[in-house]
Nanobody
């Protein structure tokens, strides 16, 4: 059974860093596009970053460009989201998700498998 598990969230001060991990089981992660989404209270789920399987191309939302970096470690079957210079507006539940086809536009409908989500809170 395909399963994704996020870890690495928590409370951090503005300007701080966190690294989220998305560990896959039941499938080989490098054959899938993997995306990170987030959802803040009262807001729609938004795409944050994605890494494709074919050419390893990446996508970042404008709000996180230059601050977040997505990467994959195929040996560990894990995708990471390094988040630096965190801001209070980055506070949300973060989800990783897998898509069978490479992604050109990050919409939740394009991803068939989801993790349970993990809380990231940026506050002083």
């Amino acid at each position: 059974q395909l399963q994704l598990v996020e870890s690495g969230g928590g409370l951090v001060q503005p300007g701080g860093s966190l690294r989220l991990s998305c560990a896959a089981s039941g499938f080989t992660l490098d054959y899938y596009a993997i995306g990170w989404f987030r959802q803040a209270p009262g807001k729609e789920r938004e795409g944050v970053s994605c890494i494709n399987s074919g050419d390893g191309s990446t996508y970042y939302a404008d709000s996180v460009k230059g601050r977040f970096t997505i990467s994959r470690d195929n040996a560990k079957n894990t995708v990471y989201l390094q988040m630096n210079s965190l801001k209070p507006e980055d506070t949300a539940v973060y989800y990783c998700a897998a898509a069978e086809a490479d992604i050109e536009t990050m919409t939740p409908d394009g991803f068939g498998s989801w993790g349970q989500g993990i809380q990231v809170t940026v506050s002083s």
